[in-house]
């Protein structure tokens, strides 16, 4: 598990927590006054996985001024699903994105990068 994502300069901690939430249908909200992901505890980890993509998606549109796009469920599930599916099924895309993010390779190049 994480303990944060940082979305620009804010860092939301991970809490886990019962309360928070105002429907059954939620497992992951996402807190910005006090800027935090909550999820519920004792859920299937499938689902909180794309439930936290979920809430991270929706404080980066807010942070980008996208409050609408951002309050658009079906727009905000489609991105989240869509990229939860497409790391986990390429591993080697976070990894690579993780050794160049500063634009710089560190060490090894990932897998079937190996001509860049």
Do not use: C, W
Not at 39 to 68: C, G, K, W
Not at 79 to 107: H, N, V
Request: proline letters at 5%.
């Amino acid at each position: 598990m994480f303990n944060f994502a940082k979305i620009g300069p804010i860092k939301y901690p991970l809490t886990v927590s019962e309360n928070n939430f105002s429907s059954e249908d939620h497992v992951a909200t996402v807190k910005y006054k006090v800027p935090q992901i909550i999820i519920r505890p004792n859920e299937n980890a499938d689902l909180v996985a794309a439930s936290v993509l979920y809430a991270t998606m929706q404080a980066i549109f807010t942070h980008a001024n996208y409050h609408d796009d951002a309050d658009d469920d079906d727009k905000i599930s489609l991105i989240a699903d869509t990229l939860l599916q497409t790391l986990t099924d390429s591993p080697e895309l976070l990894e690579y994105l993780m050794e160049t993010r500063d634009g710089k390779p560190k060490g090894k190049k990932a897998k079937g990068f190996d001509s860049l």
